[in-house]
């Protein structure tokens, strides 16, 4: 098990490679200057060019991956161009938010979905099984930031129950940080709960015809305890596997719902660094997202030998 | 369960009790959204105009524009030139102190001075006058000249970017091309680094030190007095979201609404809207005059001649209310203003157009038109623009792209075929074109210009006639000649003035009527 850890922690370091010579090529290769935006509308070429000097982006592209690449492997990912702040000070700052927004909707995700797709396959075919399945098909379907906006007008500006935007940190009261954190949590959430509670109605459906299920059903268990306990924990495995994938979607949705609903996180620190084409920046969070990316699947992997007994490394 | 219950009843109390500490902060308490985030703190380094405004929160200026356009004295208390205009003294007023409790002297100011004038390029017009500048005492510094100039008063009063802030000696003496990292000003507001969070908010707190000049403020002049405690810049880069948040109380003021959601705005009873900025802004064509065939100036006449300045304002601001057919490089309402060069021009006269592109041997190279499509004010230009011209016989290759990289673009001089560009629209603030020294785009010194390279000794020794002459009358003599040459040799188009008022909330009183987006004098009641 441990050399398995150790095997696949290994491997991330060439996967991280590959991520920094490609966020590194297409920052660069994009036709952009973020000389000439830090210089503002009025500067002149000159006044540009001098920024560039400043910045080192009149280096060829390779001096500048070997500066940049040698200081990230020390933990150094530079200053930002646009804050005068180092970027893992801006990226720390920007932590709490985001693994907030994303613990709060995978809590919600988690909770609603699972027990609806395990009733879901349990009413197979029934009004209940649709109208999940529906639900489902619509939580694809629409757009995030349309929900967002949908959820804003009727509970924030209607209603008037919930605020519009913004971010209260936890150490500020565990109050405001919940109030904040229901709209953005809720309309991300959707297209997880989507997502979970279609596979958990396939996964349970799959397992609800084995033998150990009926066994259970002679042995005069209940319904609920049938479910949860035979047919769930056997289904566990693909949906822990959708969980861990839908870290994906729930770093690109983090992305949209962080720039509706205000909230200073990594999602608008990329979108912000990105139209600022801040290299330090951009480079430094997609690096981040990336490893965490691969962190999760491994804890993915990882989590199967828990519910799997069958399952060794 | 009743621990439970006890629970819940404490999270929801708590979560009541938040709210209401936030109608208490809101008393005294400006939030406001800007039209940008601040990202940047160094209002001499960038030319970008939340940075300005930044400078305007925590800096002072020597003079200042007032609501009539007049420079006034500010930090000045003294400012005596003699009889032959190349002397002038300036005398500090009294009880002036930086936010560290330090009295502000006159080498700070000289400092400063020197570090405006190494960047902006008024500065440098002015300092190319200037033979000495020097400090005789603790309150008092003195201006040295070459020769007469009208541009001192020009520029240590210039409005907008670069702004000459004054700064302690310690700050202003930083690499002009390094940011700063020291943000002590002498303004009304100090600058709460601590709390600066970057896509979140800006915070400023009333100084409480800043003493005020006697007169009313007016514009950018006179006294500043802060009545709010703090100021929150709070960075909502979503149109819609900004209004939501106003209606619903969370924010107090927005520098910016786009035009099509101002109705929904002040449709509400708590909301009104304000137009600070009374001179408003101009749409710009600007052609590459390195680029063929616009190296031609027989094409970019036609192109005077294809455009109309109303089909741009109808298709982008929609509303007459809020716009304004102003056929003058320098903007209507300002001193400058005249319609000289203009005559018969910008009026879609697509006949003379065409005349002028068989007279000028034009050969169908399609035109490299840059499109900007997310910065909702410039999208619709460049189509109108496209429209227009094609209409006149050009061929038309409009490409769009984000403004960022259109930025970008706009700087590169390669063929357009090669990744360089023919011609692009942009918006300007009207104070930074109310004469040929602040006007970009009337910079004709061939490279040394503003993208898009105009080349013209003529109209750059105007320039400097305009620049040696202090007399008002004179100054609008030269101006008008200089109009009738750009408009001749066609450095940029103007294509109309438009309005961007903001929005707030009913109890916020006392916004001034400046070119800048100002936070004293304002009250909430």
């Not at chain 1, 370091?13 to 297409?26: C, T, Y």
């Not at chain 2, 101006?479 to 909330?505: C, F, K, N, S």
Request: net charge neutral; hydrophobic share 45%.
């Amino acid at each position: 098990m441990l050399t398995y850890v150790l095997r696949r922690l290994v491997a991330t370091i060439p996967v991280m490679l590959l991520v920094a010579v490609f966020v590194f090529l297409m920052l660069r290769l994009t036709p952009s200057d973020p000389a000439a935006i830090i210089a503002g509308d009025n500067a002149n070429s000159e006044q540009v060019a001098e920024i560039r000097k400043r910045l080192g982006l009149d280096q060829p592209i390779v001096t500048q991956f070997a500066i940049w690449l040698g200081k990230t492997v020390t933990g150094d990912f530079g200053e930002s161009f646009f804050f005068k702040k180092q970027v893992a000070e801006l990226i720390a700052d920007r932590v709490e938010p985001t693994l907030s927004l994303a613990f709060f909707t995978l809590l919600i995700a988690i909770a609603v979905a699972v027990p609806l797709g395990v009733v879901a396959a349990y009413r197979h075919g029934g009004w209940l099984d649709r109208t999940v399945m529906g639900f489902s098909v619509l939580g694809f379907s629409v757009p995030v930031f349309v929900i967002g906006y949908l959820l804003i007008y009727v509970f924030a500006v209607e209603l008037n129950w919930l605020p519009v935007q913004g971010y209260q940190r936890l150490q500020q009261g565990i109050g405001g940080w919940l109030q904040r954190l229901i709209l953005p949590a809720l309309t991300l959430s959707v297209i997880y709960i989507a997502l979970i509670a279609r596979i958990t109605r396939t996964s349970v459906l799959e397992v609800m015809h084995e033998d150990y299920i009926r066994t259970a059903r002679a042995k005069g268990q209940t319904e609920l305890k049938v479910l949860i306990r035979h047919a769930l924990a056997n289904a566990a495995v693909p949906i822990v596997t959708v969980i861990g994938l839908g870290v994906a979607l729930l770093i690109g949705g983090v992305v949209v719902t962080e720039s509706v609903f205000t909230i200073p996180g990594l999602g608008r620190l990329t979108v912000d660094a990105v139209l600022a084409r801040d290299y330090p920046t951009i480079q430094a969070v997609i690096l981040l997202f990336s490893l965490a990316y691969v962190l999760i699947n491994l804890a993915v992997d990882l989590a199967y030998t828990f519910l799997d007994p069958r399952i060794r490394y | 369960m009743g621990h439970l219950r006890r629970s819940l009843f404490a999270l929801a109390a708590a979560a009541a009790l938040s709210g209401l500490s936030t109608t208490a902060d809101a008393q005294k308490t400006l939030r406001a959204v800007m039209h940008s985030d601040l990202k940047i703190l160094d209002p001499i380094w960038t030319t970008a105009y939340i940075v300005r405004n930044h400078g305007y929160m925590i800096y002072d200026t020597l003079f200042a524009t007032d609501e009539n356009g007049e420079i006034k004295p500010q930090m000045v208390g003294q400012y005596e030139v003699s009889a032959d205009k190349l002397t002038h003294t300036f005398s500090l007023r009294d009880g002036l102190q930086w936010h560290d409790g330090t009295p502000v002297t006159a080498e700070d100011c000289v400092a400063s001075i020197k570090r405006w004038a190494a960047k902006d390029t008024t500065g440098q017009k002015l300092m190319s006058f200037v033979d000495k500048l020097t400090v005789r005492d603790a309150k008092t510094f003195v201006m040295e000249l070459k020769a007469p100039t009208g541009l001192v008063l020009l520029g240590l009063g210039k409005p907008s970017s670069n702004v000459p802030f004054m700064m302690p000696k310690r700050v202003a003496e930083t690499d002009p091309n390094t940011q700063l990292s020291d943000f002590t000003g002498s303004g009304p507001f100090v600058f709460k680094r601590d709390e600066w969070k970057p896509g979140d908010k800006t915070v400023y707190v009333k100084f409480d030190k800043y003493k005020p000049r006697s007169e009313p403020a007016s514009g950018l002049a006179g006294g500043k007095v802060a009545n709010v405690d703090r100021v929150e810049w709070r960075a909502i880069s979503d149109h819609q979201q900004a209004i939501n948040a106003l209606l619903a109380g969370e924010i107090d003021f927005i520098e910016a609404p786009p035009h099509d959601l101002l109705p929904l705005a002040i449709g509400d009873s708590n909301v009104k809207q304000f137009d600070w900025n009374v001179l408003g802004n101009q749409f710009t064509f600007r052609p590459n005059w390195t680029a063929k065939p616009f190296d031609n100036p027989k094409v970019r006449q036609a192109l005077l001649y294809a455009f109309n300045q109303k089909d741009f304002l109808e298709a982008v601001v929609g509303d007459p209310k809020y716009y304004k057919v102003c056929n003058s490089y320098f903007p209507c309402g300002t001193p400058l203003f005249s319609e000289k060069g203009f005559e018969g021009k910008l009026n879609s006269d697509f006949k003379k157009a065409q005349e002028l592109l068989k007279e000028a041997g034009y050969d169908g190279t399609p035109i490299v038109l840059m499109h900007s499509t997310d910065l909702q004010i410039l999208t619709n230009l460049a189509p109108v623009a496209k429209s227009l011209m094609e209409k006149a016989g050009f061929k038309v290759d409009m490409q769009s792209m984000d403004w960022q990289t259109l930025v970008a673009r706009r700087a590169k001089k390669d063929p357009p075929t090669a990744g360089g560009w023919h011609a692009f629209l942009t918006s300007w603030v009207s104070i930074d074109i109310t004469n040929p020294i602040f006007t970009g785009f009337m910079n004709a010194a061939c490279d040394k210009a503003m993208f898009g390279w105009p080349c013209d000794p003529e109209l750059e020794k105007l320039r400097d006639d305009f620049a040696r002459e202090s007399d008002p009358g004179k100054q609008k003599a030269i101006a008008d000649q200089v109009q009738v040459r750009a408009a001749e040799v066609v450095t940029h188009i103007p294509l109309g003035q438009w309005y961007q008022p903001a929005v707030m909330r009913n109890n916020v009183d006392g916004m001034l009527k400046a070119p800048v987006p100002v936070f004293w004098n304002i009250s909430m009641k």
